[in-house]
């Protein structure tokens, strides 16, 4: 029999929740730096950049590496690398958030910033899919504690590519859940919805599980972290019914403080419940994880089965936008991994 962690790679696996900006290293953003810099940081300053204590030090972090993106070539290398880590854990498809918010607010929301660095996504998508045989989807993250303006901007901008750049498969909310929640958002997702775009949203990661209902009160269609939905029984109740998916972080919320260990973390019990849990790395260069880590981390931390990883594998799937036919492939070939 394989190692765990060869079949862990083998296994076809979808990430949902995972932040291009997060998914930088070190050595990329001083690449990145030797390009721009006249004196390009070290691999110990940049290092440095990625370093918090807390939730609230964990998003000016994740601003600060973003900053330094800056020509659509940067975001172009930044997700050609994140698809080659990706492919090397053996992920087959990923729904990938970008934080449009911050790219209009370091840009002094220009309007004509976005498209070039849109292009640039693209070309790494493009490559990925012919080299790699690699599938990939956008998800334009907006900042929910900017006004709310900014997320109509970004909303507006996923609605008005999509059409002809369907890679743009939906929306999302990020930033700072105890400083605004979903209802200022319901409009703005009432109307990506009638443009054909999927929503998603953050709650209950630093949060009560009421912040978590008004995401779905709103449209929310995939809830990330919903890490407090574990204090509130009729809440379970109602996701299991629904099957809504939650994109779970465990070492995330580890890192962030939201949780004190990945065993104390409720995926477990959720899964025991038979919610439809997925798991996913959200900023891996941040904490200091990925994909293939976290399940061999459900393996050994929550005594996850081959068989229970297996059906993690087939819960991404299910919960990913992508249509049926790709699914029913993709569920297939986990049937057969040995
Ligand atoms: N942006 C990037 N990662 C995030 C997280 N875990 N929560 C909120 N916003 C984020
Ligand atoms: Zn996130």
């Known amino acids: 029999m394989s190692t765990i962690a060869s079949f862990i790679r083998r296994l076809p696996k979808a990430e949902l929740h995972l932040h291009l900006e997060g998914a930088i290293l070190p050595a990329t953003l001083v690449e990145l730096s030797q390009r721009h810099d006249a004196r390009p940081l070290t691999l110990p300053e940049a290092e440095t950049l990625f370093r918090f204590h807390d939730f609230s030090g964990f998003l000016d972090a994740f601003k600060a590496v973003t900053a330094r993106l800056i ?6 290398l930044a997700a050609w690398r994140m698809i080659q880590q990706l492919a090397a854990q053996g992920v087959v498809h990923a729904e990938v958030y970008i934080s449009v918010g911050v790219i209009y607010r370091w840009r002094d929301h220009d309007p004509a910033a976005f498209e070039p660095i849109f292009a640039g996504l693209e070309r790494a998508r493009l490559r990925g899919q012919a080299e790699l045989g ?14 709310v303006e900014e997320a109509e901007r970004v909303f507006r901008k996923a609605a008005e590519l999509r059409p002809a750049h369907p890679s743009i498969i939906g929306i999302g909310l990020g930033g700072d859940e105890r400083r605004t929640g979903s209802e200022p958002f319901r409009a703005l997702y009432a109307e990506a919805r009638q443009a054909g775009l999927r929503l998603t949203n953050h709650a209950g990661e630093t949060t009560p599980p009421a912040a978590i209902r008004e995401a779905l009160a709103i449209g929310s269609e995939r809830i990330g972290h919903a890490v407090s939905a574990i204090q509130d029984f009729h809440l379970l109740q109602d996701l299991k019914e629904r099957q809504v998916p939650l994109e779970l972080n465990p070492t995330s919320n580890v890192r962030t403080g939201v949780c004190p260990s990945f065993a104390a973390h409720p995926l477990r019990r959720y899964f025991d419940l038979g919610l439809l849990v997925t798991l996913n790395s959200d900023d891996p260069a941040f904490f200091g994880s990925d994909l293939a880590g976290e399940y061999l981390l459900a393996h050994t931390q929550q005594a996850f089965s081959r068989e229970e990883l297996r059906q993690l594998a087939r819960n991404s799937i299910r919960a990913s936008f ?17």
Not at 71 to 76: H, L, M, S, V
Not at 134 to 144: C, E, G, H, N, P
Not at 327 to 337: G, N, P, R, S, V
């Open 71 to 76: 020509t659509p070539e940067d975001y172009e």
């Open 322 to 338: 992508l249509p049926t036919p790709e699914k029913t492939a993709w569920l297939a070939q986990i049937e057969t991994t040995k």
């Open 134 to 147: 690699f599938s990939l989807y956008w998800i334009f993250d907006a900042v929910r504690h900017f006004p």
